[in-house]
């Protein structure tokens, strides 16, 4: 296993000034998240039931799942971003693409089902407390039945009419039941059949449960996805004896390049030769929401403007490296803030 050695700041400085000439589109389960700041010290007592009656004291949200890979997207550059899946016809999805609209991304091929909810994550949380022990119990509105078919065709056909016009095509399966999402079996039968009929698109597929069953697309998870069980968090390295021949049998079943993310370690890519691409070391807390996402925007993007799988994979790393330090929400990475992070990161391989 080689380890990458990385780029300079030219390197950086050219591709973000080709990153507002893209057209990247973002296929799959958008969500929103509905963040609910409460007030502890406001916090009364229900008459009806005796039971504590939390004081939200500003509601906040903005677009998740699918929808933070275009939140990076956005926050990156890109010039033009198409959301394709769908809404429910409720006032989730009023916000939802009021917030998509905001980061200049296009919901013409956003489909409205009025017969599903628009899936949402709410997180209540403790107003002014950015720490983890300020979340609330989350509560999530999900789907539970299959798209009807229709509406599987209407995405697929946005798909097709967008194909020629885009530079990548990022894949966000985030629904954990059965083809209750976007991302059915049939749906990653036409991806693989369209990636081998667009070469020149980076087609990019990053799904929680089902990453094994993608074939012909970039493949993205994190190692516990890779490797179906949960290795040891706290080892100052990975467990290389274990990801190695898992990302060997992913690489040869998919036919088309793996990235693993290792959180704090980097990533480790395979094209078809595995190498591993540092992470940056960072003190102090993180939150590691949304990191995945941003990692997969900034990395998408690079290799829209040609960069390699590890330099691509680098410029993720440097993307997370960012959100991670942004507490109590999903955060972004802007093109100002990649350089600091390269200049640690080299500092830090130099070190090594």
């Known amino acids: 296993m080689r380890r990458f050695g990385g780029f ?4 950086l400085r050219e591709w973000l000034e080709r990153f507002s000439n893209l057209r990247i589109g973002v296929l799959g389960d958008f969500f929103l998240d509905k963040y609910l700041d409460v007030d502890p010290n406001l916090q009364e007592t229900s008459v009806e039931t005796g039971k504590p009656a939390h004081q939200v004291v500003r509601v906040r949200h903005s677009p998740g799942a699918a929808g933070t890979v275009v939140c990076n997207l956005s926050a990156l550059g890109v010039g033009v971003i198409e959301a394709v899946g769908f809404t429910g016809d409720d006032g989730e999805a009023y916000d939802l693409r009021k917030d998509l609209t905001a980061l200049r991304c296009s919901t013409r091929h956003l489909h409205v089902v009025p017969d599903r909810m628009t899936p949402t994550y709410t ?39 967008l194909l020629p016009t885009l530079d990548a095509l990022i894949v966000l399966d985030q629904v954990e039941e059965e083809d209750c999402g976007v991302i059915t079996a049939a749906m ?11 070469p020149g698109v980076v087609f990019w597929a990053d799904s929680r449960r089902r990453i094994r069953r993608f074939r012909g697309l970039i493949a993205k998870c994190n190692q516990l996805e890779l490797l179906g069980h949960s290795p040891q968090a706290d080892a100052a390295e990975p467990p290389w004896d274990a990801l190695l021949p898992a990302l060997r049998d992913l690489r040869e079943a998919n ?33 590691p929401t949304g990191a995945g996402d941003s990692a997969s925007a900034a990395a998408v993007a690079a290799l829209a403007c040609g960069a390699s799988l590890p330099e691509a994979a680098l410029l993720g790393n440097l993307a997370a490296s960012i959100t991670v330090r942004q507490l109590a929400t999903t955060g972004t990475a802007r093109p100002e803030e990649l350089a600091p992070s390269l200049r640690l990161w080299r500092e830090s391989q130099a070190g090594g």
């Open 255 to 287: 036919a088309a390049p793996v990235v693993v993310t290792l959180g704090a370690a980097g990533m480790l890519v395979s094209d078809p030769e595995p190498i591993w691409v540092p992470g940056v070391p960072l003190p102090g807390s993180v939150d």
């Open 188 to 198: 990653r039968q036409f991806l693989t059949e369209r990636a081998a009929i667009w």
């Open 123 to 161: 997180k209540p949380r403790d107003a002014g407390d950015p720490t983890l022990q300020g979340e609330h119990s989350r509560y999530d509105h999900k789907n539970r039945e299959p798209l009807p078919d229709e509406v599987l065709r209407r995405i697929a056909q946005s798909v097709d009419y």
């Open 8 to 11: 300079d700041e030219a390197r």
